[in-house]
């Protein structure tokens, strides 16, 4: 038969912007094409091919693709008119074998309905064709061992569902294959500790999780295994005095107190590697707030003044390493202004600087 190269329902040609579908659901193959907005618009369903009256069903599924029922059989259609789904039915439920693809016709999953319930393994593909997911339905949830692959095919993670949620050890991997972090979930929710490793295997993170939220103590290392920070959880927030530490030496480096996950309270105290003071101040919010000074690593004193939500506010002194007088003057919302004073080193004579 003759392809009509025309719209079924308004017997209008195609244009580039409303393109005819093609979805061939008769035995006349062609017979029926039809621009995708005339079959938004109508929603109707069509009993039979009007030139071979075989019987069939059109209509636009949920997520606007075009589906065609023929006979025992459905063939899904994207708006550019390629196929996108295909598999056979019973009555109008998905039962059997499915394939879906992408728009360029690439394999994207196949997978098994039994009364349009998933059964059995499931396996989706990236468009190079790699395997991306593999996991086992019983009677339409996840149950069983799901695998999850890098586009190179490489393992990304792996995990077991119990009745559609994880249940057991999740473990996920770097591409080189070395594992990146373990969990433990029970019915669903992070339960229990949770490990994070470098790609060179050196244990990077160990916390511990109670019912989805971090709880208790926590620990972070450098690849050398030396210890990087440390500190508590409560209900998933920080709370009370972390510590950071140097690599090299493991000497202290920061030790500030923690509120409802922010900085806030008396001191925040920060070290050099020798141990003498780097800075010392209050913070509030998680912004340093009110008097803080700032010190050279021999001890002698840098900066000092007063600070407002994170910004310089007020009179400060400034020093040279030697602790003589080196400039002072006022800030406002972390800028100079005013008359600011500046002295060379162990000099007592100013020279006025206006900002």
Known sequence: MTEINACYICLQEETEDDPLMDPNPCKCKGSIRIHWSCFAENRKQFSSCGA?????????GKTDILIVNNDKRQTQYSFKGNIIGTGPIFDTDKHGPWTFFYESGK?????EYYFNSIKGLKKTYYESGNIKMEVTYVDGIVNGTGKFYYESGKLMSECKYTSGKINGLYKRYYESGALKSELLYVKGIVNGPTKEYYESGALKKEVTSVLGLLEGPCKVYYESGALMWEG?????KKEGTWKSFYESSGALESSCPYVNDKKHGYYCKS??????????????NDLEDRHWKYY??????RSE??????????HWSIYYESGALKEKGHYVNGQKTGVWKEFADGSKTATEVRH
Not at 232 to 236: A, L, P, T
Request: charged share 30%; with cysteine.
């Open 296 to 301: 050279y690593e021999n001890g002698s004193i």
């Open 232 to 236: 508590k959880y409560v209900g998933n």
């Open 52 to 60: 071979c009256k075989t019987p069939f069903k059109l209509y636009l």
């Open 107 to 111: 394999l994207k999953e196949k997978c």
């Open 271 to 284: 070290y050099w590697p020798n141990g003498k003071f780097k800075a010392i101040g209050p913070y509030d």
């Open 305 to 314: 003044g007063p600070v407002k939500k994170g910004k310089e506010s007020g």
